[in-house]
Antibody
């Protein structure tokens, strides 16, 4: 059974940093593109970053470029999102997910972790 | 960047009604279009991939069609458990969502 479990969310002040982690199990992690998708309260879905299976390619939404860094450790079946210079508008539930078909289709999602940026 | 315009943003229909949601891409995306269902407080769930392919385990009342820039998602007979928000998606871009309620 595919499982994606996020951790690391919480309350942080504007300008602060936070690192999200995602523990993957039940599939061959090193074979899949992995994205982070967020959803602000009452809003729609936004893919903020995704990373190639071997970590050699990474893509970011314009809204987070230069502030967020996606990474992975295939030996630990883990995905990460380092978030720096956080802003109020980064407040959202952050989902770790699995992409199949070469980053075209998100077929599994974690339960999400809430990040709140507020003073 | 490709923009995905989804409509309507919300709808209300009766149980048993046929429900249709549209998604328009700002440029030709071939058939790389997926549909997701999200219930309150839950993660999204993949329903349709590649425009018209039903994900395993998804009821056959859900279907998708289209090509190029214009796509349609249909629930053939709305059920109470279908109350949710539905999103189209093309690669990294999601539509704005359609909230479906029971009248």
């Amino acid at each position: 059974e595919v499982q994606l479990v996020e951790s690391g969310g919480g309350l942080v002040q504007p300008g602060g940093s936070l690192r999200l982690s995602c523990a993957a199990s039940g599939f061959s992690f090193s074979n899949y593109w992995m994205p982070w998708v967020r959803q602000a309260p009452g809003k729609g879905l936004e893919r903020v970053a995704n990373i190639k299976p071997d970590g050699s390619e990474k893509y970011y939404a314009d809204s987070v470029k230069g502030r967020f860094t996606i990474s992975r450790d295939n030996a630990k079946n883990s995905l990460y999102l380092q978030m720096n210079s956080l802003r109020a508008e980064d407040t959202a539930v952050y989902y770790c997910a699995r992409d199949r078909g070469g980053a075209t289709t998100i077929d599994y999602w974690g339960q999400g972790t809430l990040v709140t940026v507020s003073s | 960047d490709i923009q995905m315009t989804q409509s309507p943003s919300s709808l209300s229909a009766s149980v048993g009604d046929r429900v249709t949601i549209t998604c328009q891409a700002s440029q030709d995306i071939s058939n790389y279009l997926n549909w997701y269902q999200q219930k309150p407080g839950k993660a999204p769930k993949l329903l349709i991939y590649g425009t018209s392919n039903l994900e395993t385990g998804v009821p056959s009342r859900f279907s998708g069609s289209g090509s190029g820039t214009d796509f349609t998602f249909t629930i053939s007979s709305l059920q109470p458990e279908d109350v949710a928000t539905y999103y189209c998606q093309q690669y990294g871009t999601f539509g704005g969502g359609t909230k479906v309620e029971i009248k």
